[in-house]
C-alpha cells in the first residue's frame, strides 16, 4: 500500500508509474487497477539475478526515472546488479543493517528508524528516516486534520489484521472486544481478501448483531473515519489511523512487527497488546478494555498520533526523487492569515492590477468562494523544511485556466518561482484538466515574466488590464484537456 501511495502522488506530480509483481496474482492488483497502474509479472524468483535483469529491462524500456523496491528479497547484491544497469533506485526497508546499501536512497519510515540502524550505510547513498516520509494513499489525507470525538466508552471499534489472517486471530479479538465494550458497542470487522477464516467469521456476524463483517473493503479510510477506537497489525495501517487520530491498539502478527508495535506504544501513539498469545490473554483483555473504556487514554493516544504523522510523505518523497526545492499541498482554512498577508505585502501589491490593500473581511469571503469553486486550485509551496515560501492559485472559465502566483518576501531571490510555476502546472493539468493555461503579468514586471518564460510559458501578445498594461503568456505543454494551452 505504500508503494500504491507513492505511485498515486508521482502520477498527481504529473508522472507515470509502472508497477513490477514477482509470480502469481497478487491481492492488491484489483487495487492496481483501479488506479490505472500498468501492472507486470516477472516469472524470475524474487531477489535472484534473472529478476534483476528483467526488473532493469522494464524500467529502462519504459524510460523510468527511478525504480522503486519493497520487499525482503532485494539485498545488495540485487541492488548492486539494478545499480549496474543504469538506473536510479529507491529502496523502502524496515530493518536496517551493515548493508551493504547500493540504493541511491534507503526509505525507512517508522517511528524508530535513524542512522544507527544503518552504521554500513555510505555515501552516496542517502537515508530518509521516520515517519515525515510514509506515504499514506489518498484516500487518507482529506482526514488531515480532523477532530475527533471521545465518547466515554468506544460505540464502533475497528478490527482489521490485513490481507490473510492465516491463524485466525481475528475470531479472538472479536470475543475480547466483545466482551470488553459496552452493551450497544459496535464491532466493524475488516477481513482480507485472503482471509481463509471468512466462513467462520460469517458465522460469527451472523449470530451477533453487533458485529459488522466487510470483506477487502475500497472505504478504509471511511471506515476508519466513523471508528471510536481500532484494533490492527503493525503494518502501515499503523500511521493510517494516527493520521485520521482514531485511537488504538497494535498486535504483533509477525516478527517484523514488533518493533513498530513497540516504537508507537513507546511513543504514546498506541496501545501494544504484543503478540498473539499476549493479545489473548487476560492482561490483553484487560488493556483492550481499558482503551474502550477511557475517553482520557483515547485523547491522549490520537493527539500523539495525529503529532507524528501529518500525511505529507508522499509530497515530501516526490520532492527527493524529482530533486526539486520546494512541493505544493492544497490551500486549507488554516492558511487564510498567511495568504491575506501575503497578497498585502508592498511588493505583490505593486504589480497586482488593482493596488488596494484588500480588507479582512473580504479576504475571508474571497477566500471561501475560491475554495468553493470547483474551477479554482490554489496550492501552498513548501521548502525542504516544510516552510510555506509562496502560493500558486488557477480560476479556470470555459476551458481556459489562469494563473496567479506569489513569493513570500522572505523566500525572494532564491529562483522559487519558476519551479512553484512548473509545479503548480502539473497539478493544474492532474486536478483541473484545462484546455488552456495563461497568464497575465504586469509589462514591467520582468522577474515576473522570466519566471514565466522558463517555466514553459510564451509571450502571446499584450492586452490592457484595468489601466495597466498586461503581457499575456500562454503555456505551450500538453495540458488536461488535450489541447495545446
Given at each position: 500500500?505504500?508503494?500504491?501511495?507513492?505511485?498515486?502522488?508521482?502520477?498527481?506530480?504529473?508522472?507515470?508509474?509502472?508497477?513490477?509483481l514477482g509470480p502469481g496474482r497478487s491481492p492488491?492488483?484489483?487495487?492496481?487497477?483501479?488506479?490505472?497502474?500498468?501492472?507486470?509479472?516477472?516469472?524470475?524468483?524474487?531477489?535472484?539475478?534473472?529478476?534483476?535483469?528483467?526488473?532493469?529491462?522494464?524500467?529502462?524500456?519504459?524510460?523510468?526515472?527511478?525504480?522503486?523496491?519493497?520487499?525482503?528479497?532485494?539485498?545488495?547484491?540485487?541492488?548492486?546488479?539494478?545499480?549496474?544497469?543504469?538506473?536510479?533506485?529507491?529502496?523502502?526497508?524496515?530493518?536496517?543493517?551493515?548493508?551493504?546499501?547500493?540504493?541511491?536512497?534507503?526509505?525507512?519510515?517508522?517511528?524508530?528508524?535513524?542512522?544507527?540502524?544503518?552504521?554500513?550505510?555510505?555515501?552516496?547513498?542517502?537515508?530518509?528516516?521516520?515517519?515525515?516520509?510514509?506515504?499514506?494513499?489518498?484516500?487518507?489525507?482529506?482526514?488531515?486534520?480532523?477532530?475527533?470525538?471521545?465518547?466515554?466508552?468506544?460505540?464502533?471499534?475497528?478490527?482489521?489484521?490485513?490481507?490473510?489472517?492465516?491463524?485466525?486471530?481475528?475470531?479472538?479479538?472479536?470475543?475480547?472486544?466483545?466482551?470488553?465494550?459496552?452493551?450497544?458497542?459496535?464491532?466493524?470487522?475488516?477481513?482480507?481478501?485472503?482471509?481463509?477464516?471468512?466462513?467462520?467469521?460469517?458465522?460469527?456476524?451472523?449470530?451477533?448483531?453487533?458485529?459488522?463483517?466487510?470483506?477487502?473493503?475500497?472505504?478504509?479510510?471511511?471506515?476508519?473515519?466513523?471508528?471510536?477506537?481500532?484494533?490492527?497489525?503493525?503494518?502501515?495501517?499503523?500511521?493510517?489511523?494516527?493520521?485520521?487520530?482514531?485511537?488504538?491498539?497494535?498486535?504483533?502478527?509477525?516478527?517484523?512487527?514488533?518493533?513498530?508495535?513497540?516504537?508507537?506504544?513507546?511513543?504514546?501513539?498506541?496501545?501494544?497488546?504484543?503478540?498473539?498469545?499476549?493479545?489473548?490473554?487476560?492482561?490483553?483483555?484487560?488493556?483492550?478494555?481499558?482503551?474502550?473504556?477511557?475517553?482520557?487514554?483515547?485523547?491522549?493516544?490520537?493527539?500523539?498520533?495525529?503529532?507524528?504523522?501529518?500525511?505529507?510523505?508522499?509530497?515530501?518523497?516526490?520532492?527527493?526523487?524529482?530533486?526539486?526545492?520546494?512541493?505544493?499541498?492544497?490551500?486549507?482554512?488554516?492558511?487564510?492569515?498567511?495568504?491575506?498577508?501575503?497578497?498585502?505585502?508592498?511588493?505583490?501589491?505593486?504589480?497586482?492590477?488593482?493596488?488596494?490593500?484588500?480588507?479582512?473581511?473580504?479576504?475571508?469571503?474571497?477566500?471561501?468562494?475560491?475554495?468553493?469553486?470547483?474551477?479554482?486550485?490554489?496550492?501552498?509551496?513548501?521548502?525542504?523544511?516544510?516552510?510555506?515560501?509562496?502560493?500558486?492559485?488557477?480560476?479556470?472559465?470555459?476551458?481556459?485556466?489562469?494563473?496567479?502566483?506569489?513569493?513570500?518576501?522572505?523566500?525572494?531571490?532564491?529562483?522559487?518561482?519558476?519551479?512553484?510555476?512548473r509545479a503548480g502546472v502539473r497539478r493544474a493539468?492532474?486536478?483541473?484538466?484545462?484546455?488552456?493555461?495563461?497568464?497575465?503579468?504586469?509589462?514591467?514586471?520582468?522577474?515576473?515574466?522570466?519566471?514565466?518564460?522558463?517555466?514553459?510559458?510564451?509571450?502571446?501578445?499584450?492586452?490592457?488590464?484595468?489601466?495597466?498594461?498586461?503581457?499575456?503568456?500562454?503555456?505551450?505543454?500538453?495540458?488536461?484537456?488535450?489541447?495545446?494551452?
Amino acid at each position: 500500500m505504500r508503494c500504491v501511495a507513492l505511485a498515486q502522488a508521482w502520477v498527481d506530480d504529473g508522472g507515470r508509474a509502472q508497477v513490477i509483481l514477482g509470480p502469481g496474482r497478487s491481492p492488491a492488483e484489483d487495487t492496481l487497477s483501479e488506479e490505472n497502474l500498468g501492472i507486470r509479472h516477472l516469472e524470475a524468483d524474487p531477489g535472484s539475478p534473472d529478476d534483476a535483469g528483467e526488473t532493469a529491462r522494464i524500467a529502462r524500456g519504459m524510460g523510468a526515472e527511478w525504480l522503486v523496491l519493497d520487499g525482503y528479497h532485494f539485498d545488495g547484491e540485487y541492488q548492486h546488479l539494478v545499480k549496474e544497469a543504469g538506473l536510479s533506485l529507491l529502496l523502502f526497508d524496515d530493518l536496517g543493517g551493515e548493508g551493504p546499501f547500493h540504493a541511491d536512497i534507503v526509505l525507512n519510515p517508522n517511528l524508530y528508524a535513524g542512522p544507527s540502524l544503518y552504521p554500513g550505510m555510505k555515501p552516496p547513498a542517502r537515508l530518509l528516516a521516520g515517519p515525515d516520509y510514509i506515504p499514506l494513499r489518498r484516500e487518507f489525507l482529506p482526514f488531515r486534520g480532523r477532530q475527533p470525538a471521545f465518547p466515554a466508552t468506544a460505540g464502533r471499534v475497528l478490527i482489521t489484521l490485513g490481507g490473510a489472517d492465516p491463524g485466525n486471530l481475528t475470531s479472538e479479538l472479536i470475543a475480547a472486544a466483545s466482551k470488553s465494550g459496552a452493551e450497544g458497542t459496535e464491532l466493524v470487522v475488516v477481513a482480507g481478501a485472503n482471509n481463509p477464516h471468512y466462513p467462520a467469521l460469517e458465522a460469527t456476524a451472523a449470530s451477533d448483531r453487533r458485529i459488522r463483517l466487510v470483506r477487502d473493503t475500497r472505504r478504509m479510510a471511511e471506515l476508519m473515519a466513523s471508528a471510536d477506537a481500532a484494533i490492527t497489525g503493525g503494518g502501515v495501517t499503523c500511521f493510517e489511523l494516527s493520521l485520521m487520530g482514531v485511537p488504538f491498539a497494535v498486535v504483533v502478527l509477525s516478527e517484523n512487527q514488533g518493533p513498530v508495535a513497540e516504537s508507537f506504544a513507546s511513543g504514546g501513539a498506541a496501545v501494544n497488546l504484543g503478540g498473539r498469545e499476549e493479545a489473548s490473554s487476560a492482561e490483553g483483555r484487560a488493556r483492550i478494555r481499558e482503551l474502550l473504556s477511557s475517553a482520557g487514554l483515547r485523547r491522549r493516544l490520537s493527539e500523539r498520533g495525529q503529532a507524528l504523522v501529518d500525511g505529507e510523505g508522499a509530497g515530501r518523497l516526490v520532492m527527493v526523487l524529482r530533486g526539486e526545492p520546494l512541493r505544493l499541498r492544497r490551500a486549507r482554512e488554516g492558511d487564510m492569515k498567511m495568504l491575506w498577508e501575503w497578497a498585502n505585502d508592498p511588493g505583490v501589491r505593486s504589480q497586482a492590477f488593482s493596488r488596494e490593500q484588500i480588507p479582512w473581511e473580504e479576504h475571508v469571503a474571497w477566500f471561501r468562494k475560491k475554495h468553493a469553486d470547483p474551477g479554482c486550485a490554489q496550492y501552498i509551496a513548501l521548502d525542504v523544511k516544510d516552510h510555506p515560501v509562496g502560493q500558486i492559485r488557477f480560476d479556470v472559465t470555459g476551458g481556459s485556466a489562469e494563473v496567479d502566483v506569489s513569493i513570500d518576501r522572505a523566500a525572494r531571490n532564491r529562483g522559487l518561482g519558476t519551479a512553484l510555476i512548473r509545479a503548480g502546472v502539473r497539478r493544474a493539468v492532474m486536478d483541473l484538466r484545462p484546455d488552456r493555461i495563461f497568464a497575465r503579468v504586469k509589462a514591467g514586471n520582468a522577474s515576473s515574466i522570466r519566471s514565466f518564460t522558463k517555466a514553459g510559458f510564451a509571450v502571446d501578445g499584450g492586452e490592457e488590464v484595468r489601466g495597466s498594461r498586461a503581457v499575456r503568456l500562454k503555456w505551450k505543454g500538453k495540458t488536461g484537456g488535450g489541447g495545446q494551452g
